[in-house]
């Protein structure tokens, strides 16, 4: 199941991209697609603010205006202004998944938008150190609220041509707010008074806004509403923004019977519950989801830039401004390889980018702890140039896959009914394990320094040997499809539906010679507006 051909039966039995359907090849010509596009870039606003917030509080430290206004914060108090937005993180997810279930993935999103707008006013607005902590931790509940059901909306509306990469480009989006967030922060430097903390702060509501702002005219996820018994406006969305309104277009007519089955043979194995995750194949669908969100902070990412702030004082980059524009650079660097590794996943695979990432990472790793070893011991320039070349080669290998597939891969293994649980299950273990990274890091480093870097060599390798045996290969697959690869006594059902398409390729191959028939198609948009 979890080797390099985990999913081989299932490529030979069915290919979607081998099913007419009535799109043009590229999306930013084809209507339908635009819109589809557009609502699940919207969608990527949740994590836009994620990562603006992420890298603003390490920006707001350079800044001497907002160290003068909160007393120049540190030790405790530092990590308390830090963490706030993390602690409603550990039962937030559990509330999304609530709302999404009862009444709307999109619900759930937009609640958690503006709960965020109201937190960021809080923040931005602060007039005392609880008034700002008050704040970010309002905003950790949007933040997290947004995390958990967004990925799981987008992967559900996505067309399947698109979905894997849209998929990535979701995580990507954390760099460019990190990029921007940065940007902002090394500009407003100069600017004098409170608002040059001010400024970078109320510009927190530019995520939230974006993503209400372009995707509230969004419908449900079809998913969702097969599951809640409303399957005509789930054919009708499928058919408007997968297929231009063609209620009969053959690949819309496989993903619509997909959803019935799969939702169907859940329903049957009552998986509705937590519970669930104990079931055989639900095991290994749960160790994936806990060992990539441990992953996503515990592979070396975070600590291996520990050295960085002395290593450029030795070489002489002193002044804040250089170490911003650093910073400024790798968030840049992080953003090009993530964004290409996410586009490609479906051309290359995941298990490549998931092995190819972490033995880098491995090795790198190994040549970090050496390098910096010996500035430990010895000193001198020329150790310090050298480690920071490695660091950005380092952040490379992370970024080919932890950043673009990480949640993705999350997302698409989960079938409809663990969906919305298996994201809270991942947020909620994503901000433990940062939490006790964070709290433990500086400790034992302060304790055995560069010594440290032997145990996440040691994490590393065992992420390798976890990869290859239990990581299965999911590209090019339907995320219905993706559920044989767990539960295989549902094989009998893809070949069913895999029949059913090679007829609808033999019986309307026209539809293939004429992408654009959207004028002609049923119209289905005042059915989907409403819903």
């Known amino acids: 199941m979890g080797g390099p051909t985990g999913n081989a ?55 001497d205006a907002w160290q003068d206004y909160f007393g120049h914060p540190k030790g405790n108090t530092l990590g308390l202004m830090n963490s706030a937005a993390l602690f409603p993180g550990l039962v937030s997810p ?45 905003m950790g509940v949007g933040i997290s609220m947004g995390l958990t059901i967004a990925p799981t909306l ?35 430097r100069h600017v004098s008074g409170n ?27 079809p998913r969702w509403l097969v599951k809640h018994g409303h399957q005509d406006a789930a054919l009708d969305i499928l058919a408007t923004y997968h297929a231009n309104g063609d209620r009969q277009d053959a690949l819309v007519l496989m993903e619509f019977n997909e959803i019935i089955e799969g939702i169907e043979s859940e329903q049957a194995n009552s998986q509705v519950s937590y ?12 160790f994936l989801i806990v060992v990539i969100a441990i992953g996503t902070n515990w592979v070396g990412n975070g600590i291996i830039s520990y050295y960085l702030s002395p290593i450029l004082r030795q070489i002489g980059v002193t002044s804040t401004n250089q170490q911003a524009g650093l910073n400024l650079g790798l968030q840049i660097w992080n953003l090009i390889l993530s964004t290409t590794a996410g586009l490609n996943c479906d051309r290359v695979g995941r298990r490549p980018l998931w092995l190819t990432s972490n033995i880098g990472m491995l090795f790198t790793f190994a040549i970090v702890m050496g390098l910096s070893g ?86 590393l390798s065992a992420y390798v040997v976890a990869i290859w045996f239990k990581f299965p290969e999911t590209k090019n697959l339907t995320i219905e499809e993706i559920a044989v690869i767990f539960d295989g006594e549902s094989a009998g059902r893809v070949r069913e539906v895999a029949t059913s398409a090679n007829k609808m390729v033999d019986d309307h191959g026209s539809i293939a010679s004429k992408p654009n028939q959207s004028q002609g198609a049923p119209n289905t948009s005042q059915h989907v507006e409403q819903v």
Request: with cysteine; hydrophobic share 45%.
């Open 195 to 221: 608002a040059s903390w001010r400024i970078p702060c109320y510009l927190q509501l530019v995520g939230p806004l974006v993503t209400f702002a372009l995707t509230v005219k969004m419908p449900e996820s």
């Open 374 to 459: 010996a500035y430990a011991n010895e000193g001198g320039k020329a150790l310090g140039l050298a480690v920071i070349p490695f660091l950005f080669i380092f952040f490379g290998f992370y970024d080919i896959a932890w950043t673009p597939l990480a949640n993705m891969y999350t997302v698409e293994i989960l079938p409809y009914n663990l969906r919305a649980k298996g994201q809270a299950i991942y947020n909620i273990t994503q901000g433990c394990a940062n939490a006790i990274n964070q709290w433990v890091n500086p400790i034992i480093l302060d304790a055995i320094a560069w010594k440290y870097y032997a145990v996440y060599i040691g994490i």
């Open 94 to 138: 559990f509330i999304a998944e609530r709302i999404a279930h009862r009444w709307g993935r999109r619900w759930a999103v937009w609640i958690g938008v503006w709960i965020n707008v109201v937190g960021a006013v809080v923040n931005s607005a602060a007039t005392s150190l609880g008034m700002y902590i008050a704040g970010r931790a309002i």
């Open 9 to 63: 039966a299932i490529q030979s039995s069915i290919n979607y991209k081998s099913v007419p359907n009535n799109t043009k090849d590229n999306w930013w010509e084809d209507p339908g697609l635009r819109k589809n596009v557009l609502y699940c870039v919207g969608l990527c606003g949740t994590l836009f603010f994620n990562g603006y917030d992420g890298s603003l509080f390490n920006g707001l430290q350079t800044i």
């Open 154 to 188: 987008l992967q559900e509306f996505a067309h399947p041509r698109y979905r894997a990469p849209l998929g990535t480009i979701y995580t990507s989006i954390y760099y460019l707010a990190a990029v921007i967030s940065a940007a902002v922060c090394l500009g407003t």
């Open 275 to 286: 519970f669930d995750y104990l079931k055989p194949a639900n095991r290994h669908r749960l």
